[in-house]
């Protein structure tokens, strides 16, 4: 990863974690960056959107693409929440500092998943080929994969 990213990118990522896990502890919150971060290191079509007018291959593409991350989907009621989101939040505060603290790989701050690109809820089963996936790596609330 460069050593320098666009400040859109690291308050998109701290969005992301904000929309997705702002009520895990820490260990998902660093969890579901890491996936965004994963991802972004991995470029393909997860941060590649012909038209949307967010620069190809950033962490913001990362976070935006469209179904990727359901806080960012249309009608999805997390999105109101994390647009008009202030810094006066503190939820949004350590979100902040989570994806600060992720990027700069701080320690206590590395990837707990062992590389996961993929996660979703222990509540839910999405429709996926979990045959092309690894074990789950259970962290709080969420199940985090990586492709094998």
Not at 84 to 105: F, I, K, N, Q, S
Request: hydrophobic content about 35%; aromatic content about 8%.
């Amino acid at each position: 990863m460069p050593d320098e990213h666009r400040p859109q990118d690291i308050d998109t990522l701290a969005r992301t974690v904000y929309g997705e896990a702002r009520s895990e502890p820490l260990q998902g919150q660093i969890a579901v960056a890491h996936v965004v971060l994963n991802r972004y290191a991995q470029p393909g079509w997860w941060t590649r959107q012909q038209g949307d007018g967010v620069p190809d291959d950033t962490i913001e593409a990362a976070c935006l693409d469209p179904w990727q991350f359901s806080c960012w989907n249309d009608g999805d009621p997390n999105r109101a929440k994390l647009e008009a989101a202030t810094l006066a939040d503190p939820a949004l505060r350590r979100a902040m500092a989570v994806a600060c603290a992720a990027v700069e790989g701080l320690e206590g701050f590395g990837d707990p998943t062992g590389g996961a690109t993929h996660y979703h809820a222990r509540s839910i089963r999405p429709d996926w080929d979990y045959e092309a996936l690894s074990e789950p790596v259970a962290i709080g609330a969420h199940h985090f994969y990586r492709r094998r």
